[in-house]
């Protein structure tokens, strides 16, 4: 009995010491992990401490090593010269001609641009030598006629048309006592015909009972006909009576303000700008040379800025074609080997005369 019951006792404490035993080894091993996980957490919070210092956000369950390269290799960084380098390959002759004039304009003073200005009217002066009104005329009257005719219609089909008109009506006189649908029809291919015969009735009709039918030489006599207005007067006065004055159409006004002479869109404005840039003595022919120019070369749609004589001193030069053969082909008139507009030129002029109207 007592052996048997020393096995028992002994069989206990063997299995209490191994049950005390397995505890001490899971506190170790427990203390272990806890340890290992301490020193994972402390690393995480150094990592997490110098991504703060250097400016990364990772998480700190996200590799460092991966996070980091991806966030270096962001596509905005790499898309951007590209895409500087797709738009330079787009328009590489086009771009620098525009943007060259820029900063010099952008900083140029009022004595800097009435210079450029002077310097272009030269220039313009020695490839047009010639320039000249382009409406067939031979006194005052017919000029203003002319002039008032070209409203809203070419220089060449006015011209195409007065001969008729001013054999039927040579004078003031006998315009004012025209038959209204006869003057009508005579000059019904200029366009808007029965407004301007309006006009033509009325300002002959002023002429004779106002002026002893005599066209006045002077712009606020002018401008109190029917249908003339400032830019009609210049034109009369510059060209018929030797009084300088600016013409400001539609031609002129668009060039000057591409030459960057003036921002102004009201013509009388232009004017005003564009008298204080040049003398007196320059501004009828100013006129006719920046129209001609207007008409052959820089065109409203399509300038020839490859074929133009002042096109180094154009702040809107690389808005046209810049090519030189391909800009040759784009010049009108006598600058492109076509006749020009009036049927009657000057002598000087190098270019051929117009044909008349068919069947005229």
Same mark, same amino acid.
């Given at each position: 009995?007592? &052996?048997? $019951?020393?096995? %028992? /006792?002994? *069989?206990?404490?063997?299995? +209490? @010491?191994?049950? #005390?035993?397995? !505890? =001490?080894?899971?506190?170790?091993?427990?203390?272990?992990?806890?340890?290992a996980?301490?020193?994972? &957490?402390? $690393?995480?919070? %150094? /990592?997490? *401490?110098?991504?703060?210092? +250097? @400016?990364?956000? #990772?998480?700190? !369950? =996200?590799?460092?090593?991966?996070?980091?390269?991806?966030?270096?290799?962001?596509?905005?960084?790499?898309?951007?010269?590209?895409? %500087?380098?797709? *738009?330079?390959?787009?328009?590489?002759?086009?771009?620098?001609?525009?943007?060259?004039?820029?900063?010099?304009?952008?900083?140029?003073?009022?004595?800097a641009?009435?210079?450029?200005?002077?310097r272009?009217?030269?220039?313009? *002066?020695?490839?047009?030598?010639?320039?000249?009104?382009?409406?067939d005329?031979?006194?005052?009257?017919?000029?203003?006629?002319?002039?008032?005719?070209?409203?809203?219609?070419?220089?060449?089909?006015?011209?195409?048309?007065?001969?008729?008109?001013?054999?039927?009506?040579?004078?003031?006189?006998?315009?004012?006592?025209?038959?209204?649908?006869?003057?009508?029809?005579?000059?019904?291919?200029?366009?808007?015909?029965?407004?301007?015969?309006?006009?033509?009735?009325?300002?002959?009709?002023?002429l004779?009972d106002?002026?002893?039918?005599?066209?006045?030489?002077?712009?606020?006599?002018?401008?109190?006909?029917?249908?003339?207005?400032?830019?009609?007067?210049?034109?009369?006065?510059?060209?018929?009576?030797?009084?300088?004055?600016?013409?400001?159409?539609?031609?002129?006004?668009?060039?000057?303000?591409?030459?960057?002479?003036?921002?102004?869109?009201?013509?009388?404005?232009?004017?005003?700008e564009?008298?204080?840039?040049?003398?007196?003595?320059?501004?009828?022919?100013?006129?006719?040379?920046?129209?001609?120019?207007?008409?052959?070369?820089?065109?409203?749609?399509?300038?020839?800025?490859?074929?133009?004589?002042?096109?180094?001193?154009?702040?809107?030069?690389?808005?046209?074609?810049?090519?030189?053969?391909?800009?040759?082909?784009?010049?009108?008139?006598?600058?492109?080997?076509?006749?020009?507009?009036?049927?009657?030129?000057?002598?000087?002029?190098?270019?051929?005369?117009?044909?008349?109207?068919?069947?005229?």
């Amino acid at each position: 009995m007592r &052996k048997a $019951t020393t096995r %028992k /006792k002994s *069989a206990a404490t063997a299995a +209490t @010491g191994t049950s #005390a035993a397995k !505890k =001490t080894t899971a506190k170790k091993t427990t203390a272990k992990k806890t340890a290992a996980a301490t020193a994972v &957490k402390k $690393t995480t919070a %150094k /990592k997490t *401490a110098a991504a703060k210092t +250097t @400016g990364e956000t #990772a998480p700190a !369950k =996200t590799a460092p090593a991966e996070t980091a390269p991806a966030k270096k290799t962001a596509p905005a960084k790499k898309t951007a010269p590209a895409k %500087k380098t797709a *738009a330079a390959k787009k328009a590489p002759s086009k771009a620098p001609a525009k943007a060259a004039p820029a900063p010099a304009l952008k900083d140029e003073s009022r004595t800097a641009m009435v210079r450029r200005a002077r310097r272009m009217n030269r220039e313009l *002066a020695e490839v047009y030598p010639y320039a000249h009104p382009e409406l067939d005329f031979r006194n005052s009257f017919e000029l203003l006629c002319a002039t008032v005719l070209s409203a809203q219609t070419t220089d060449l089909r006015v011209n195409q048309t007065t001969p008729a008109l001013f054999a039927a009506y040579p004078t003031p006189e006998d315009m004012a006592a025209a038959d209204p649908e006869r003057l009508e029809e005579l000059i019904r291919p200029t366009g808007f015909f029965r407004a301007k015969a309006k006009s033509l009735l009325g300002l002959s009709t002023a002429l004779r009972d106002r002026f002893d039918g005599e066209v006045p030489g002077r712009l606020e006599d002018l401008v109190t006909l029917p249908g003339v207005g400032r830019k009609t007067a210049n034109v009369v006065l510059g060209n018929a009576f030797g009084v300088p004055g600016i013409t400001v159409d539609t031609h002129f006004g668009r060039l000057v303000r591409r030459f960057r002479w003036t921002g102004q869109q009201d013509p009388e404005k232009v004017e005003a700008e564009i008298a204080e840039i040049f003398p007196k003595s320059e501004w009828t022919m100013l006129s006719h040379r920046v129209v001609f120019h207007g008409r052959r070369v820089c065109h409203s749609r399509k300038p020839a800025c490859g074929a133009c004589p002042i096109a180094h001193d154009c702040p809107s030069y690389g808005e046209g074609e810049l090519d030189p053969e391909k800009a040759k082909k784009l010049l009108k008139y006598e600058m492109g080997g076509q006749p020009g507009q009036r049927l009657r030129p000057p002598a000087d002029y190098p270019g051929q005369p117009a044909p008349p109207l068919a069947g005229r």
